[in-house]
């Protein structure tokens, strides 16, 4: 049978890839369902076709899997948040912990890692500690809205629908964030609304109300709001910092971050302090942390300290060893491992995060840790010693092809390896494996309703 696009069909998904879409075959191609579950009989219809693999949406799900479950947000299925909700969490483990196995061995040719069950989060709704929302001057409907002529279509103040720019969902509470937050995102809102100052369009890239950024602090229950606008003007927002801090105690920080690029990013060329402090304090295990309002910082705190509980467990330290952490960021990783090792070096790119790093050790009094600034594959050369465990944690794409041949010819005892992405983590581990023995892979869930998942790698060196 010839597929193309616009065809339906009834069919059964069988699987779940990774990327979270569900997977059946017709006549053998495989064809990927945004929206669907093993075990669903569903009528698709074709979006896409490609030589080896198609695309598909659901028209109408016929008969739905036992392992569905209803989602509690309203916008489940439309907004790019979260994605499985309509998944049982103990069902959503299962599968990351599939993906991770698969890449493993599809995409790096290892077979047989122990590939141990995925460790769950402590929280599955209200665990992120930052959110941004996009305003946007035309509101995107759901499918409910989209007959109600009187339906507002004006303002909007929230998440993207998945894989677009401009259409922007009006979200009233998004449930990966505290309920406080949802609080304050609606009291910004309604400010905004009644704001002589224009929303900002997407497709002209006029106006002035840009973003909201919430950050919240797990360990002292407070917050940080970051407004970002296209331009400055102070006495537009400074009445918006003012009635949160009145109205909320627990927002200890209010900053206007500036911005006339028109990059779709909730960053500021410059910033402004409206209120409060210019950092929001949180704690990892017993250090503390200042964040700033665009210092990155793991989004699931307490996922972190068991994400880098089984880093620690990994490394395996006794205290006397020379421990370096490639793509070291805001130095989270060897701040965690300082009261294990001897010497700690960081290596990262940004020098805002460096900037960071050195901050958070003089905060916690950790004297054993240094960091070198710079692209990490011209970093090698400053190192004066062989490190005996090495630490990677890379950004989704992986590292480099130079990266890798120089962490081979430094030749650590033992490397861990932080990977979020099980593909590039599969791919890196398949340059690697001449010289590295994987000996167990530990998938850790930051990001439940989604089919992301963090996994740690221990590699021991071939004898």
Not at 24 to 40: C, E, K, N
Not at 279 to 285: A, G
């Amino acid at each position: 049978m010839s597929v193309k696009k616009g065809q339906t069909f009834e069919i059964e998904i069988t699987d779940i890839a990774f990327g979270g879409k569900g997977l059946a075959r017709i006549d053998g191609l495989a064809v990927f369902v945004d929206q669907a579950v093993p075990s669903d009989h569903v009528k698709i219809r074709i979006t896409k076709k490609k030589k080896n693999y198609a695309e598909a949406r659901v028209l109408e799900l016929i008969k739905p899997s036992p392992l569905r479950t209803d989602p509690p947000c309203r916008y489940s299925g439309h907004c790019g948040g979260c994605k499985w909700q309509f998944l049982g969490y103990e069902k959503q483990l299962h599968y990351k912990q599939q993906h991770v196995a698969e890449s493993l061995e599809h995409i790096g040719g290892i077979q047989g890692v122990l590939v141990h069950p995925t460790i769950p989060s402590e929280r599955i709704f209200g665990y992120r500690n930052k959110m941004e929302f996009s305003c946007s001057d035309r509101r995107w409907l759901l499918p409910e809205e989209m007959d109600k002529p009187d339906a507002d279509r004006d303002l909007a103040l929230g998440l993207h629908v998945p894989g677009t720019f401009w259409k922007v969902l009006d979200t009233e509470k998004c449930l990966l964030q505290p309920d406080l937050g949802n609080s304050i995102l609606e009291d910004v809102r309604q400010f905004i609304k009644h704001s002589d100052a224009l929303v900002y369009s997407l497709r002209t890239n006029i106006g002035f109300w840009r973003f909201l950024m919430l950050r919240h602090s797990a360990a002292h229950d407070q917050w940080m709001v970051n407004i970002v606008t296209a331009s400055e003007n102070r006495p537009t927002v400074q009445p918006l910092a003012d009635l949160l801090t009145e109205k909320y105690p627990g927002i200890v920080s209010v900053v206007n971050n500036i911005t006339s690029r028109k990059a779709g990013i909730a960053i500021g060329e410059y910033e402004i302090l409206l209120a409060g402090e210019s950092v929001l304090k949180d704690k990892i295990r017993n250090f503390d942390f200042e964040i700033s309002a665009n210092s990155f910082f793991q989004t699931n705190t307490l996922g972190a300290e068991r994400l880098y509980e089984t880093v620690k467990k990994y490394a395996g330290l006794t205290g006397g060893e020379t421990v370096v952490d490639l793509y070291s960021g805001t130095g989270t990783i060897p701040l965690y491992l300082s009261d294990s090792a001897k010497t700690l070096i960081g290596m990262e790119i940004i020098e805002s995060a460096v900037a960071d790093a050195e901050k958070n050790c003089r905060i916690n009094g950790v004297t054993n840790c240094r960091f070198i600034l710079g692209d990490i594959k011209d970093c090698f050369s400053q190192l004066t010693v062989r490190p005996d465990v090495m630490i990677i944690d890379p950004p989704r794409v992986g590292m480099h092809k130079d990266v890798v041949k120089q962490v081979l010819q430094m030749a650590p005892e033992r490397i861990v390896y932080v990977s979020c992405n099980p593909a590039t983590l599969a791919r890196d581990l398949d340059m690697m494996k001449d010289c590295y023995h994987v000996s167990e892979v530990q998938p850790v869930d930051m990001f439940p309703h989604t089919y992301h998942i963090e996994s740690v790698a221990r590699l021991v060196r071939d004898a």
